[in-house]
Nanobody, 122 residues
Framework: QVQLVESGGGLVQTGGSLRLSCAAS????????MGWYRQAPGKQRELVAT???????NYADSVKGRFTISRDNAKKSVYLQMNSLKPDDSAVYYC????????????????WGQGTQVTVSS
């Protein structure tokens, strides 16, 4: 079994900062792209940021310059540093990772965490 567990969400005022963490565990051979997504009430889940195994990053336009994604391959973890938070950033944030469980086929399947709530008050 593979598990992704997020932490670090909470309530913060406008302009504040939070750092989200996501750790993968279980039967893991390799992890390729990892990322963060978010879903606000009544809205579709949207991409926030992704990072490849080679540390190439991609950000949604709405968070560029404010959020930074990083990863620690040894810890099988991905992080999201969120600065200058706005009320529009309020959402449940989900971690996603493409994980191969077996060395022989190297098939990477997507796995999701359970989500962590981020609320930004005005």
């Amino acid at each position: 079994q593979v598990q992704l567990v997020e932490s670090g969400g909470g309530l913060v005022q406008t302009g504040g900062s939070l750092r989200l963490s996501c750790a993968a565990s279980g039967s893991i051979f390799s992890i390729s792209t990892m990322g963060w997504y978010r879903q606000a009430p009544g809205k579709q889940r949207e991409l926030v940021a992704t990072i490849t195994s080679g540390s190439s990053t991609n950000y949604a336009d709405s968070v560029k310059g404010r959020f930074t994604i990083s990863r620690d391959n040894a810890k099988k973890s991905v992080y999201l540093q969120m600065n200058s938070l706005k009320p529009d950033d309020s959402a449940v944030y989900y971690c996603k990772a493409f994980i191969a469980k077996i060395a022989s086929d190297l098939i990477f399947n997507p796995y999701w965490g359970q989500g962590t709530q981020v609320t930004v008050s005005s």
